[in-house]
Antibody, heavy 119, light 107 residues
Framework: QVNLQESGPGIVKPSQPLSVTCSVTGYSITTSYYYWNWIRKFPGNKLEWMGYISYDGSIYYNPSLKSRISITRDTSKNQFFLQLNTVTTEDTAVYYC???????????WGQGASVTVSS | DIQMTQSPASLSASPEEIVTITCQASQDIGNWLAWYQQKPGKSPQLLIYSATSLADGIPSRFSGSRSGTQYSLKISRLQVEDTGIYYCLQRYSNPWTFGGGTKLELK
């Protein structure tokens, strides 16, 4: 059974980078046709899909974030990472990692990492 | 981006009632629509995929339907544990987009 667990800084200062790690157990992130996503939930409950890294390392970013976002992975540790640069208070959110398989939707999620951007 | 307009934004209903939540897509998305439930302090849980298919382990009182570009989630025989926020998600085209959410409260 797959388990995803986010870990993040809790608080980040404006203009600094935000980094969140997703540690995956019970399933290899290189398993064919699986995609590993980042989604965030803002105060007020809006959800935004941020992008993914696939089993073969291909990446898609939401164009609304394209200039600031980076998703990478460490296959030896079965982890993938989110970095969001030059954050503002508008980036305060709960950050979730989740997986989906080709032609399906996110069926396994982490518990979320709350990140507050504040000076 | 495809816009998903979800309604109502909030809803209060009694146990055993039937409620319906809708999402209107800004363009044709076929059956590439899913519904999620998020309970307080938890991550979203998949309820329905491909517009009408029930996810594993989800009670049959949850059902999804489609009429053109309008999608509906019906919850029959509401239970207290159905409290939470419900979201639709389109995965027809990148970037995937969510509806704004419907907060369901039980009276």
């Amino acid at each position: 059974q797959v388990n995803l667990q986010e870990s993040g800084p809790g608080i980040v200062k404006p203009s600094q980078p935000l980094s969140v790690t997703c540690s995956v157990t019970g399933y290899s992130i290189t398993t064919s046709y699986y995609y590993w996503n980042w989604i965030r939930k803002f105060p007020g409950n809006k959800l935004e899909w941020m992008g993914y890294i696939s089993y073969d390392g291909s990446i898609y970013y939401n164009p609304s974030l394209k200039s600031r976002i980076s998703i990478t992975r460490d296959t030896s540790k079965n982890q993938f990472f989110l970095q969001l640069n030059t954050v503002t208070t508008e980036d305060t959110a709960v950050y979730y990692c989740a997986r989906h398989i080709y032609y399906y939707v996110m069926d396994a999620w982490g518990q979320g990492a709350s990140v507050t951007v504040s000076s | 981006d495809i816009q998903m307009t979800q309604s109502p934004a909030s809803l209060s209903a009694s146990p055993e009632e039937i409620v319906t939540i809708t999402c209107q897509a800004s363009q044709d998305i076929g059956n590439w629509l899913a519904w999620y439930q998020q309970k307080p302090g938890k991550s979203p849980q998949l309820l329905i995929y491909s517009a009408t298919s029930l996810a594993d382990g989800i009670p049959s009182r949850f059902s999804g339907s489609r009429s053109g570009t309008q999608y509906s989630l019906k919850i029959s025989r509401l239970q207290v544990e159905d409290t939470g926020i419900y979201y639709c998600l389109q995965r027809y085209s990148n970037p995937w987009t969510f509806g704004g959410g419907t907060k369901l409260e039980l009276k």
